[in-house]
Antibody, heavy 113, light 110 residues
Framework: QVRLVQSGAEVKKPGASVRVSCKTS????????VHWVRQGPDQGLVWMGW????????NYPQKFQGRVTMTRDTSINTVYMELTRLTSDDSAVYFC??????WGQGTLVTVSS | DVVMTQSPLSLPVTLGQPASISCRSS???????????LNWFQQRPGQSPRRLIYQVSNRDPGVPDRFSGSGAGTDFRLEISRVEAEDVAIYYC????????FGQGTKLEI
């Protein structure tokens, strides 16, 4: 069956960067765009962008442009999301989602001095 | 940016009774290909979101038929015909015509 398994929780200092991985299995990696969505504490869902695993093309909303980079490694069917210049507002659970249908378990990122 | 507005934000319901959530977009979600890009998601406490409905009214595999979506243009609705205990969750609409934007979420409570 389709599975998306994300990397573990991270604690970062303000100004640092974080990279979250999302390992996929159970389907043809190239077939589904992978989206990243985050959720702050007791907050709603915010779309952060997508990566096309086939071409590597990406699409980010203006809110995150210049700070987010989504990449993929086709040899291990894994997608990555890197967010730079972290602030406390970036403390959230980060989800990957293939085709917005199959979701990872979420990765908690805490930004604290 | 396309703004999505849900109402109500909190919805007390009785088991076995129907429930309805409204979602409005700041612009039409009908694309030039004839498809309306409106999805509904469910997020149970402590879980990842799950897509229930895509393109306004199409249920994803495994979604009970008590869930239905309707609407057109800028006005959409998610309906649950008879609420069950497992339906306690936050429900989000999401547009996909210009990037992707979620509504604020509606908390369904028994």
């Amino acid at each position: 069956q389709v599975r998306l398994v994300q990397s573990g929780a991270e604690v970062k200092k303000p100004g640092a960067s974080v990279r979250v991985s999302c390992k996929t299995s159970g389907y043809t990696f190239a077939n589904y765009y992978v989206h990243w969505v985050r959720q702050g504490p007791d907050q709603g869902l915010v779309w952060m962008g997508w990566v096309n695993p086939d071409s590597g093309d990406t699409n980010y909303p203006q809110k995150f442009q210049g700070r987010v980079t989504m990449t993929r490694d086709t040899s291990i069917n894994t997608v990555y999301m890197e967010l730079t210049r972290l602030t406390s507002d970036d403390s959230a659970v980060y989800f990957c989602a293939a085709r917005l249908t199959y979701w990872g378990q979420g990765t908690l990122v805490t930004v604290s001095s | 940016d396309v703004v999505m507005t849900q109402s109500p934000l909190s919805l007390p319901v009785t088991l076995g009774q129907p429930a309805s959530i409204s979602c409005r977009s700041s612009q039409s979600l009908l694309y030039s290909d004839g498809i309306t890009y409106l999805n509904w998601f469910q997020q149970r406490p402590g879980q990842s979101p799950r897509r229930l409905i895509y393109q306004v009214s199409n249920r994803d595999p495994g979604v009970p038929d008590r869930f239905s979506g309707s609407g057109a243009g800028t006005d959409f609705r998610l309906e649950i015909s008879r609420v069950e205990a497992e339906d306690v969750a936050i429900y989000y609409c999401m547009q996909g015509i210009q990037g992707y934007t979620f509504g604020q979420g509606t908390k369904l409570e028994i």
